[in-house]
């Protein structure tokens, strides 16, 4: 089959497609056919092998998963003894391994049946993001009907999903994004958008929870702008080689010790109840998938590269 593989850590340029070995399958694992697989800020962090504590668990000298890619969606083309849920044939989307590539291996609660009346693209690009979104919002934000979210970083893979999944849970949403998307942000359903090319999110206004994709305010403008017993969920931060995101969350955590407010950190957990409410949610319309650009496989180095602008509006995507 063909896949795109990086055999060493470095920037896209050291990703190739070729032709290797379909992954084997165990008894319950689920081969899936490929029809699209999504570009996430987590491949960028196994292919540069950054920050460097990635490197404990995705291989110390050189990635040990050659083959990138974790969200897929696609058909299912064979199942394990022990899978009983699914079957060949059966259209599904979720997490899987090995993702850019013509097939990928699934465990079976990572997958769920795709909604017919949304692509297989729409489908790929939701796992990661939209997971790290509801979350971050409901389980580490504790958002509630009523309240005001702010999503810094609204344009992107998470953001899109945030300000959708916000406003399913009742929430009053402001969006902070640059201008060219503020019409999109809108379009999403966010009550009011911050330009922040003109405008600061951290002036005139209080928030119950902070959804923070990019981590680029200190800590005294998050709490100005904080509402009492607010919470900040700190999801991004910046690129670097040695802590890289983890920065914001370090310096969030050390700053909100004292006081009512409150900042919590995460990594998104698979959730295949989450997966569940995404499928029931993108059937009857209430979440819908922004999607940049999609790249044949061939081109999957150009997605990465993509990726790495931190300018994606919604979703890149890769087809093989
Ligand atoms: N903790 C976790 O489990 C977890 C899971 C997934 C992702 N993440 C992290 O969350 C972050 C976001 O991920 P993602 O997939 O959404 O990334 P992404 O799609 O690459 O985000 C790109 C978006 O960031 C926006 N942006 C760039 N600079 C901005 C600024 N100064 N202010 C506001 N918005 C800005 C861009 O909007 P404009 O073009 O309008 O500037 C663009 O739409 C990343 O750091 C990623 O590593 C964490």
């Not at 379909?22 to 540069?48: C, E, F, I, K, Q």
């Not at 693209?121 to 796992?127: G, P």
């Not at 009512?260 to 995460?266: E, I, K, N, P, Q």
């Not at 499928?279 to 940049?292: A, K, M, P, Q």
Request: hydrophobic share 45%.
């Amino acid at each position: 089959m063909r896949a795109a593989t990086a055999d060493r850590y470095g920037s896209p340029d050291v990703i190739t497609v070729g032709e290797i070995d379909r992954p084997s399958v165990g008894p319950d694992d689920v081969l899936v056919a490929v029809r699209a697989a999504a570009v996430n800020p987590y491949d960028w962090h196994m292919l540069t092998g950054t920050p460097l504590f990635v490197r404990a668990v995705s291989g110390l000298r050189r990635p040990k998963q050659k083959v990138l890619g974790v969200d897929v969606a696609g058909v299912v083309e064979a199942v394990g003894a022990d899978v009983t849920d699914l079957g060949a044939g059966d259209e599904v989307f979720g997490g899987a391994v090995g993702a850019f590539a013509e097939y990928a291996v699934a465990k079976e609660d990572r997958l769920v049946r795709k909604p017919a009346n949304i692509t297989f693209e729409e489908a790929a690009a939701v796992t990661v993001a939209a997971l790290t979104a509801v979350q971050g919002l409901r389980d580490h934000g504790t958002v509630e009907r009523g309240q005001h979210v702010l999503v810094n970083g609204a344009a992107g893979g998470v953001g899109t999903y945030a300000v959708q999944l916000a406003e399913y849970f009742g929430a009053e949403v402001t969006a902070v994004c640059s201008t060219r998307n503020v019409d999109m942000v809108r379009d999403l359903g966010a009550d009011h958008v911050v330009d922040y090319t003109s405008d600061d999110f951290t002036v005139d206004r209080e928030y119950d929870v902070i959804l923070d994709n990019i981590g680029n305010r200190n800590i005294a403008q998050l709490k100005r702008c904080l509402a009492p017993t607010g919470t900040y969920v700190v999801i991004g931060g910046p690129k670097g080689r040695v802590l890289g995101p983890a920065t914001q969350m370090i310096k969030a955590i050390a700053g909100f010790k004292i006081g009512s407010r409150r900042a919590v950190s995460f990594t998104a957990q698979r959730s295949r109840s989450d997966l569940e409410l995404f499928r029931e949610l993108l059937e009857n319309g209430e979440l819908r998938t922004v999607i940049d650009t999609v790249y044949p496989l061939e081109d999957a180095a150009e997605a990465l590269r993509h990726l790495e602008t931190g300018h994606a509006r919604g979703k890149i995507v890769v087809i093989p």
